[in-house]
């Protein structure tokens, strides 16, 4: 059964370090990762998506990595802001279309 | 072009009652799942509909039913409402790969 953690679960950091999310998971036979955007009491906005036969994604400050073979993708935020602050989230797809099993998430604070 | 939307946006419901949850997945899009996410926890998979038929099914009970219709929307419905299906429901759309998620409707059961 695919399990997936996230690590730390919570983060606070002043505003303009770069810091780094960390995402395990159990079965290294996915076939994609995402990485989410949670505002409180919100929806999810989809970050980066990275198929199991890349490495890495990147979109502006955001970049994504994916280690299939030791079960990790972290998240690197560059130059964080007091607008990144959010619940961070992974999800592992287990197959083309099919359901996406979720870490528990991290919530960042970034303090102006 | 609209995104996924989902209705209502809030709901107050009492044990017991039966209640019904709607989501029009985005334009283009024909694969409709559903999430339960309780308060500080990931979402949790309940099912999936593709071609109106549920495809794959999450650990939720049967009081959990759902429906697509040919427009590819689809609805959720839980039966027997517990205290504890108290969450926020989401609801995402996608094709192939890639997953655009609603704003959820946010459901208690008292």
């Known amino acids: 059964k695919q399990e997936v953690t996230q690590i730390p679960a919570a983060l606070s950091v002043p505003e303009g370090e770069n810091l780094v999310l960390n995402c395990s998971f159990t079965d290294s036979a996915i076939y994609n990762l995402q990485w989410f955007r949670q505002d409180p009491g919100k929806g999810l906005t989809s970050l980066l998506l990275i198929q199991s036969s890349q490495r890495e994604q990147t979109s502006g400050r955001l970049n994504a990595s994916l280690d299939k073979s030791s079960g990790r993708s972290t998240l690197y935020i560059a130059a964080s802001q007091p607008g990144d602050s959010a619940t961070y989230l992974c999800?592992?797809?287990?197959?083309?279309?099919?359901?996406?099993?979720f870490g528990q998430g991290t919530e960042l604070s970034v303090k102006p | 072009d609209a995104g996924v939307t989902q209705s209502p946006t809030h709901l107050i419901k009492t044990r017991g009652q039966q209640v019904t949850l709607r989501c029009s997945p985005k334009s283009g899009h024909d694969t409709v799942s559903w999430y339960q996410q309780a308060l500080g926890q990931g979402p949790q998979f309940i099912f999936q509909?593709?071609?109106?038929?549920?495809?794959q099914r999450g650990n939720f009970p049967d009081r959990f039913s759902g429906h697509q219709f040919p427009n590819y929307s689809s609805e959720l419905n839980v039966n027997a409402l517990l205290l504890g299906d108290s969450a926020l429901y989401l609801c995402?759309?996608?094709?192939?790969?890639?997953?655009?998620f609603g704003s959820g409707t946010r459901l208690t059961v008292v």
């Open positions: 995402a759309s996608s094709l192939l790969t890639g997953y655009t």
């Open positions: 999800a592992v797809g287990d197959n083309q279309g099919g359901k996406l099993i």
């Open positions: 509909y593709y071609e109106e038929e549920e495809r």
